[in-house]
């Protein structure tokens, strides 16, 4: 090592001296290699880093496509979902229909009958008050006649009026007695 010593600033007569024979001196040869080894180190730093970059922003573009695919897959098993919630609502509405339709025209004889009896005054009816139509496949009806007699028609019509007169009076009547004794 050579030591050399080199002289510095004098201020106010002080003189002030730097020894140089600590540090090393580098030959120059090294000095490029190393700095090439520096610069080689850093690009490969670089590299490095902007290749986990890229990775990252590989991985995040990739769970952003599966994202999307799942919610599209999602959406498509809810769509199929409520297409068959729909269907099915149509056929429960139809069903719906056909037995509000059934149970609006069903028909129950006794409740007729009553009604007729108690609410209009009517008589039940007679076999002799049925006439019978019979009908052939042309579409053509013919009536069988009633075989009574005309004072046996006039009889029974008199009895049928004589009958609903006196039940059209005895009910308000029969009514009125239930209220008095209650």
Do not use: W
């Not at 040869?29 to 190393?34: E, V």
């Not at 496509?65 to 199929?80: P, R, Y």
């Amino acid at each position: 090592m050579n030591e050399k010593v080199h002289r510095g600033y004098i201020a106010d007569q002080v003189s002030v001296a730097y020894d140089l024979s600590t540090f090393d001196v580098i030959p120059q040869q090294n000095s490029n290699a190393k700095l090439l080894t520096a610069v080689s180190v850093r690009r490969t730093e670089k590299h490095v880093r902007s290749m986990l970059v890229s990775i990252a922003q590989c991985v995040f573009v990739i769970s952003m496509l599966c994202g999307i695919l799942m919610s599209a897959a999602k959406l498509n098993e809810v769509t199929a979902l409520e297409a068959r919630a729909k269907r099915e609502n149509g056929q429960l509405l139809v069903e719906q229909k056909r037995l509000q339709t059934l149970y609006d025209t069903r028909i129950d004889l006794k409740e007729i009958e009553r009604v007729a009896v108690e609410e209009m005054f009517m008589q039940p009816i007679e076999k002799e008050q049925i006439v019978y139509i019979e009908t052939a496949k042309r579409d053509v009806g013919t009536v069988i006649a009633d075989n009574r007699s005309l004072s046996q028609r006039v009889t029974s019509l008199l009895n049928d009026s004589t009958a609903r007169i006196t039940s059209a009076v005895a009910s308000p009547l029969s009514a009125i007695r239930t209220k008095s004794k209650n």
